[in-house]
């Protein structure tokens, strides 16, 4: 993974709480005393069952919706600024494309907001599509593209304005198991290729092993951090996912889940 | 509806296509003049439908005149009611305040009797002039507008919403990004209902006094002087309007909007 090349984190999150309608009846505390830091060229997969605040702690760091305490910043801005500035490109478990917009119109579209010039535009997203190898179907309509097709254009599009971050909500999800394998090893590809900052939400365990660097593990009511696992896979290939050290990846995060300080490999879990 | 028609063709073979409602509609004219003549029917309770036709192409030139002279009310009407319908929704989608005062507002204008407002609007402005029957029309055309429009502009995927936040999007950027193409479908649906709705609109209209040479009148003076072929013939000619109406708004939906009737992708 690339070097530390700046003083700041990619992002750090620090002393974070999410409680929605505080001081109501139905106060529902969604995330508890969150701190995180993330290192650039760092992928990051946030994994528990529903309701821990994954999903919520993805949309803080995004700014998509507010912190009750604490602060969120991304490469020494503050969440807010750093929305303002473009600084993340983010993916959904539903590709979101507008179906009135070719494939390229619908890269271009984080390009269009910025205003950058058409001739440009244009040239980005075809760039961007040969990334996802999506060349051939620049010009189709979303529609006409099946599920793994359109998550890859979802990608090119989160990656338009080349933010140094991505935030991926269960961005393959929705796939069958082989097109979901195959998305992985592209996303792989792609973040080799762009050096991106991935916080990556996911239910699957296996996902989040084969991709990751870290494994953040939560745990619900309240939503909060348990414990983090790091993956030392190396260089992904064909086989990484038959190797030992993987299936002690795998280990490793299901006791973590089942709130066990696992035997599997003790020493390299930091507890919470 | 495009893409529901290439299925069925391709599921039912040949009873597909554009012969066989032409055939139906041969062998009910068929059944209907075998009718009128085996049984004698008089005229003022059921012509013929040869008679109809005879009717129809004597009277062609003034016809043609007449369903003009509709045609123009009701889109006049068509314009008027479609713009004021989208400017509400407009409006609507962007204030809260605006739509709750506006909804309730068009709500009741739907339910206002088109035959109670016209000879009222007639003594309104000057019953002479076209004015009263487009005010009418205007009306009838206002809502479908408005609550198909603004369902379309408010019904966003939440997912999109964020995305467009997350690209730190104005509001007005997101109008015009993603709330206005979004509702271009739901446009499409209610322009359907009203566009065939104002030339019935237009049409009821002239049986409240004022010019006399619209299809409404002409059928109500056909009526009046015994001559049920010609009312009837005016009938049909009203019937073709209205469709042309309505196809005219199909052909331009599916020109400019590719998109619509298709599987949405996620």
Redesign the interface.
């Known amino acids: 993974m690339s070097s530390v090349q700046t003083s700041h984190q990619a992002v750090d999150v620090q002393g974070l709480w999410k409680i929605f309608n505080e001081g109501s009846n139905n106060e529902v505390t969604a995330l508890s005393d969150i701190n995180l830091s993330i290192k650039p060229g760092e992928f990051i997969s946030l994994i528990g069952p529903s309701g821990c605040g994954k999903s919520t702690l993805l949309?803080v760091i995004?700014d998509?919706t507010d912190a009750t305490r604490g602060e969120v910043f991304i490469a020494g801005e503050t969440a807010h600024i750093a929305?303002?500035k473009?600084l993340?490109?983010?993916a959904?478990q539903?590709?979101?494309?507008?179906?009135?917009r070719t494939v390229r119109r619908n890269v271009e579209?984080?390009l269009?907001?910025q205003g950058l010039g058409k001739k440009e535009r244009r040239e980005r997203a075809l760039e961007l599509l040969e990334l996802v190898q999506l060349s051939d179907f620049a010009e189709h309509?979303?529609?006409e593209?099946s599920?793994g097709m359109?998550q890859r254009v979802a990608i090119a599009r989160s990656l338009a304005v080349d933010p140094p971050l991505l935030l991926m909500d269960e961005p393959f999800g929705?796939l069958d198991e082989m097109t979901r394998e195959r998305m992985q090893n592209e996303l792989l590809r792609i973040c080799q290729e762009t050096g991106k900052t991935i916080i990556f939400v996911t239910h699957s365990i296996p996902e989040a092993v084969y991709l990751s660097d870290r494994v953040v593990v939560m745990s619900p009511r309240p939503g909060r951090i348990t414990h983090t696992v790091p993956i030392e896979l190396g260089e992904r290939n064909e086989d990484t996912r038959e190797t030992d050290t993987f299936y002690a990846g795998v280990t490793a995060v299901r006791e973590a889940l089942r709130g066990r300080s696992t035997s599997a490999s003790p020493s390299r879990i930091e507890e919470f | 509806m495009s893409t529901q028609t290439a299925v069925q063709s391709r599921r039912t073979g040949r009873f597909s296509g554009i012969w066989p409602p032409i055939l139906i509609a041969v062998l009910f004219l068929a059944a209907w003049q075998i009718f009128v003549v085996a049984r004698d029917i008089q005229p003022y309770l059921l012509p013929a439908p040869s008679l109809i036709v005879t009717n129809f192409f004597t009277d062609l030139s003034l016809m043609w005149a007449a369903a003009f002279y509709t045609g123009t009310t009701a889109f006049l009407g068509l314009v008027f009611g479609t713009v004021l319908g989208l400017v509400m929704a407009l409006l609507a989608s962007r204030f809260i305040v605006v739509n709750h005062l506006v909804t309730p507002l068009a709500a009741g204008l739907a339910a206002v009797p088109i035959i109670a407002l016209t000879p009222i609007l007639n003594n309104m402005f000057n019953i002479t002039s076209r004015t009263p029957r487009v005010l009418v029309t205007m009306i009838i055309v206002l809502f479908p507008m408005f609550v198909n429009v603004t369902r379309g502009l408010l019904q966003v995927?939440p997912?999109?919403l964020?995305?467009m936040?997350?690209?730190?999007?104005h509001p007005r950027?997101t109008l015009k990004?993603?709330r206005i193409?979004?509702a271009?479908p739901f446009f499409f649906t209610g322009l359907k209902v009203a566009a065939p709705l104002a030339v019935i609109a237009a049409l009821v209209a002239e049986y409240f006094g004022g010019p006399q040479e619209g299809l409404g009148s002409r059928i109500a003076s056909a009526a009046a002087n015994t001559a049920y072929g010609r009312a009837w013939a005016y009938v049909v000619a009203s019937i073709i309007t209205g469709l042309i109406f309505y196809l005219v708004v199909v052909a331009v939906e599916k020109w400019t909007?590719?998109?619509t009737g298709?599987?949405?992708?996620?």
């Not at chain 1, 539903?94 to 009135?100: M, P, R, T, V």
């Open positions: 949309r995004g998509l929305r303002e473009q993340y490109g983010i959904f539903q590709a979101a494309l507008f179906d009135w579209l984080p269009e907001l309509r979303p529609w593209l599920g359109q929705a | 995927k997912v999109q964020e995305l936040r997350s690209m730190n999007a950027t990004v993603l193409p979004n271009i909007t590719p998109w298709r599987t949405q992708s996620t």
